[in-house]
């Protein structure tokens, strides 16, 4: 088991909310994420804060734009878009992004969903994190309960943990 790892600095997050219906004052996903996030040392800028539609095109610009801007992004949480409709294309965008996959976000949230949450509908989850070089991006269903269960029992439990890690080789 490892100890809690405390950061010197504000983890930097952007949140993206991928949905054909939400606007601002109809987003419970994304204000819940920013939420939840705020209890720790996570800052989210106003242009940090994001709705796309499902559409492959508008998601990866989106996440391209903040990839490579100079204002170096820790974690970024993607709301939506992770189901099997033909709409749900957050996955197919966020996935070539990767450097490297873990694997285990996904494997974990969906047992995490199974005997907490939803059971069986569990399996129409296609949620994934991983690494783009030093920067997190996490895949979410839209759903707060969702939303919820992954930022609360697998993200903030261990992200100063994953931003040390990924940061670690690159610190003078």
């Not at 197919?92 to 974990?108: C, D, N, Q, S």
Request: charged content about 25%; aromatic content about 6%.
């Amino acid at each position: 088991m490892h100890t809690n790892v405390q950061l010197d600095k504000d983890i930097k997050c952007a949140i993206l909310t991928v949905s054909d219906t939400r606007d601002y004052e109809t987003d419970r996903g994304g204000q819940l994420a920013q939420s939840l996030l705020s209890e720790l040392n996570v800052s989210i800028a106003t242009e940090h804060y994001r709705i796309v539609k499902d559409d492959i095109e508008a998601i990866t610009h989106q996440l391209k734009l903040w990839l490579t801007s100079s204002n170096q992004l820790d974690v970024i949480i993607t709301t939506g878009g992770t189901g099997i409709s033909q709409r749900d294309v957050t996955i197919e965008a966020v996935r070539p992004l990767l450097t490297k996959e873990l694997e285990g976000f996904g494997e974990l949230f969906r047992y995490l969903s199974y005997t907490e949450d939803v059971g069986t509908r569990a399996l129409l989850t296609r949620a994934i994190a991983g690494t783009c070089d030093n920067t997190l991006i996490f895949a979410l269903p839209g759903s707060t309960g969702a939303i919820k269960l992954a930022i609360e029992k697998l993200i903030k439990p261990e992200l100063s943990h994953l931003v040390f890690e990924l940061n670690k080789d690159i610190r003078n």
